[in-house]
């Protein structure tokens, strides 16, 4: 199965941006919907964006929507979040996730079965 690495978090001042990564590697993920989940200390695993196989379709958490864009580039097997606007109830260790079942499953019960060890993004107010 494909294997997942995330980069890219950091510090960021509130309002400030930052892009993450998610490189993939192993087994072709091109047929992988992708998705990013982040957990703060104390709190559950939250969703954050999906995006489809194809490309074609995005799906957002409410607490996102607007500020953050999820996109992947398959000739570099690489999804990508693009976190504008940073406030600092965004920080949190950032997962990266990818799931083989149809888009619908996906976006329906927000279980992915392939996981990143994770990013960590800290915004300072």
């Known amino acids: 199965q494909v294997q997942l690495v995330e980069s890219g978090g950091g510090l960021v001042q509130a309002g400030g941006s930052l892009r993450l990564s998610c490189a993939a590697s192993?087994?072709?993920?091109?047929?992988?919907?992708m998705g990013w989940f982040r957990q703060a200390p104390g709190k559950e695993r939250e969703f954050v964006a999906a995006?489809?196989?194809?490309?074609?379709?995005?799906y957002y958490a409410d607490s996102v929507k607007g500020r953050f864009t999820i996109s992947r580039d398959d000739a570099k097997n690489t999804v990508y979040l693009q976190m504008n606007g940073l406030k600092p109830e965004d920080a949190a260790v950032y997962y990266c996730?990818?799931?083989?079942?149809?888009?619908?499953?996906?976006?329906?019960?927000?279980?992915?079965?392939?996981w990143g060890q994770g990013t960590l993004v800290t915004v300072s107010s």
């Open positions: 995006i489809s196989w194809n490309g074609g379709s995005t």
């Open positions: 192993g087994r072709t993920y091109s047929g992988y919907n």
């Open positions: 996730a990818a799931d083989s079942r149809s888009w619908a499953v996906v976006v329906s019960t927000k279980i992915f079965k392939v």
